[in-house]
């Protein structure tokens, strides 16, 4: 029996089904909605089921029908995707999908400019990016939602694979007239009688707090934020110090102030941040050429 329906309608179907509505489908997928809309009336009638109860002004939901094609539907696009994969690391190919997940703490300094770059020597890839926390980060690749991340190796799982790409040591951010922005090197020792904004993100919070503990001191934490881009705007502002890894290309917060960078010394210990993966995952040439392309880049940044 031939297939007389398609992996974009599938596509569209499942996006639906997960939104609750076509105008939602219509902007995770930036389509329009009367292309989802028909898309998903053609399925219907191929497949000759109704899939949604359309509710009139609360969007639709899945019917039992709907609900039990919708999770066949994302098995077959799922191995749709594999089948590209496979194709691409028999043909030694570059192409087809790839979903990368990034630690926001320092997605919108690298991978922008690194998913311009990576398009540009292999156009027939098509990437998608997303910024996670790093318990998300696990959580993605463990679901199949992402294929790679760009993280620190901070406590990793036991079923995942860290692929170091460079070092970061901890440096602290202070505002210009901050009593210690003009020293040399700073210790948590200098840092602890002053205030403290903390980047309070799941993981990131207790690695930086770790430098403390183990000198035996407590920070005095003033403001926390769970939003980089906040976290040096306060301290500009003098809201007090902070500390990080991934050093910001401009030396101006987000709403123009001054910053300026002391690097920590003692025991604080680097992060070396790299690619997280499941086993396995740069068997594929498009995985692997993007393992070697950031890692190209990022040698490059740390050179200038």
Do not use: W
């Not at 790839?98 to 311009?116: D, E, K, N």
């Not at 036991?158 to 700073?186: G, K, Y």
Request: with cysteine.
């Amino acid at each position: 029996m031939p297939l007389r329906f398609t992996l974009r309608q599938l596509e569209y179907f499942v996006a639906a089904g997960e939104s609750g509505s076509i105008a939602a489908a219509s902007q995770k997928l930036n389509l329009s909605s009367p292309s989802i809309s028909a898309a998903i009336s053609q399925l219907e009638s191929e497949l000759g089921v109704s899939l949604f109860v359309r509710q009139h002004a609360h969007g639709l939901r899945l019917n039992e029908a709907g609900r039990t094609l919708s999770l066949q539907a994302q098995t077959v696009l799922s191995e749709a995707t594999e089948l590209i994969r496979l194709a691409a690391t028999v043909s030694g190919t570059v192409q087809g999908p790839l979903r990368v997940g990034c630690l926001v703490t320092f997605a919108q300094i690298v991978l922008p400019s690194l998913r311009r770059s990576f398009e540009a020597r292999f156009p027939e890839v098509r990437m998608s990016q997303v910024e996670l926390t790093q318990s998300d980060i696990f959580a993605g690749l463990r679901r199949g939602e992402i294929d790679l991340a760009l993280s620190y190796d901070m406590t990793l799982p036991t079923d995942m694979e860290f692929h170091p790409i460079c070092e970061l040591a901890p440096f602290v951010l202070l505002s210009p007239d901050h009593p210690l922005a003009l020293r040399d090197s700073l210790t948590v020792r200098d840092l602890a009688p002053h205030p403290m904004v903390l980047l309070d993100l799941p993981m990131s919070a207790d690695y930086f707090l770790s430098f403390f503990t183990r000198a035996d001191l407590r920070p005095m934490i003033s403001e926390r934020t769970r939003d980089m881009a906040v976290m040096r705007s306060l301290v500009a502002n003098g809201f007090g110090y902070s500390i990080a890894n991934f050093r910001p290309r401009s030396t101006s917060a987000p709403d123009g102030k001054p910053l300026s960078f002391v690097p920590l010394v003692g025991d604080v210990s680097p992060m070396a941040m790299g690619m997280l993966s499941l086993p396995g995952a740069l068997n594929s040439r498009t995985n692997a050429a993007f393992f070697e392309h950031a890692s190209r880049e990022m040698a490059h940044e740390d050179a200038t």
